[in-house]
């Protein structure tokens, strides 16, 4: 199974930006999806996590602002970022872990709020 994120940028803070990942691979069904991010100098993170059923679980410093989502028929899961500070600014990684319980990462994708 191979995760590609996308999406991604440079956003003034207060803007939006949304990160999306899709899984491939052969004979796979994934549970469950989790938004990663690491910021310079720091441990990765945990921002946001999904079951298979659609319900969302968030760190206490996204939520309010942050949305996620997939669509299990594209194996897609998506993250919309609102009201975006210049401390979320990190490397976004993609997790998914399969039903059978293997976990997989994407590579990552730069998020950077700045003025």
């Known amino acids: 199974v191979q995760l590609q994120a996308s999406g991604g940028g440079s956003v003034q803070p207060g803007g939006s930006l949304s990160v999306s990942c899709t899984a491939s691979g052969r004979d796979f069904s994934i549970n469950a999806w989790g938004w990663y991010r690491q910021a310079p100098g720091k441990q990765r993170e945990l921002v946001a996590t999904?079951?298979?059923?659609?319900?969302?679980n968030y760190a206490d410093f996204v939520k309010g602002r942050f949305t996620i989502s997939r669509d299990n028929a594209k194996n897609m899961v998506f993250l919309r970022m609102n009201s975006l500070k210049p401390e979320d600014t990190a490397v976004y990684y993609c997790?998914?872990?399969?039903?059978?319980?293997?976990?997989?990462w994407g590579q990552g994708t730069l998020v950077t709020v700045s003025s």
């Open positions: 997790n998914a872990v399969l039903v059978l319980g293997s976990t997989y």
């Open positions: 999904i079951t298979r059923y659609g319900r969302p």
